[in-house]
């Protein structure tokens, strides 16, 4: 059984808005017969390791979506920010999950506490591996920023998610 329709948002855009409530919507009908076959392969979890990882969260039940929901938030937020890679975004879900213990939610305060748990965890993680990649130009502008202080010795500054501005010199 499937739910199939046009590429089109108007349908996820109701069901978001008004849950079980729906109504007519202007548009135009899934025609199977003149789109021609459709074809379904497993999907490649090595290529897409997230993917992986939010079946595992759906799997592991309570605060499991919430922890990979937080941490994917704050690392495509770092991404975007020019502070990542692309490739360390599975990395942060990943160390978020296995730091952190899933619970049970039983409120909307809960769901709240794991939430900032896992953002919390994610921004660590995030600050860590930009100052790692002190190696990467493009990471060194936005994670780091070498110095000499008033001996000449070089000091390395790394700026968190929370303050992006260098201290003064």
């Known amino acids: 059984m499937a739910q199939l329709g046009t590429p089109d948002m108007k349908l996820p855009i109701q069901y978001a808005i008004n849950g079980e409530k729906h109504w007519p919507l202007p548009g135009s009908r899934l025609d199977l017969l003149n789109i021609g076959p459709l074809h379904f392969e497993a999907p490649d979890v090595e290529r897409f390791p997230c993917l992986k990882l939010a079946t595992e969260a759906g799997l592991a039940g309570g605060s499991g979506t919430i922890l990979l929901n937080g941490a994917n938030e704050v690392a495509v937020s770092a991404l975007l920010d020019h502070k990542i890679k692309y490739a360390d975004i599975p990395r942060i879900i990943l160390e978020v999950m296995d730091s952190e213990t899933i619970h049970?939610?039983?409120?909307?305060?809960?769901?709240?506490?794991?939430?900032?748990?896992?953002?919390?965890?994610a921004e660590a993680i995030e600050t860590r591996l930009g100052c790692l990649d002190l190696d990467n130009d493009e990471s060194l502008l936005h994670a780091a920023r070498t110095r000499r202080d008033g001996d000449g010795a070089?000091?390395?500054?790394?700026?968190?998610?929370?303050?992006?501005?260098?201290a003064p010199v």
């Open 154 to 166: 070089y000091l390395t500054d790394c700026w968190t998610i929370h303050d992006m501005s260098p």
């Open 104 to 121: 049970p939610v039983n409120s909307l305060e809960d769901a709240l506490t794991f939430d900032t748990q896992a953002r919390r965890a």
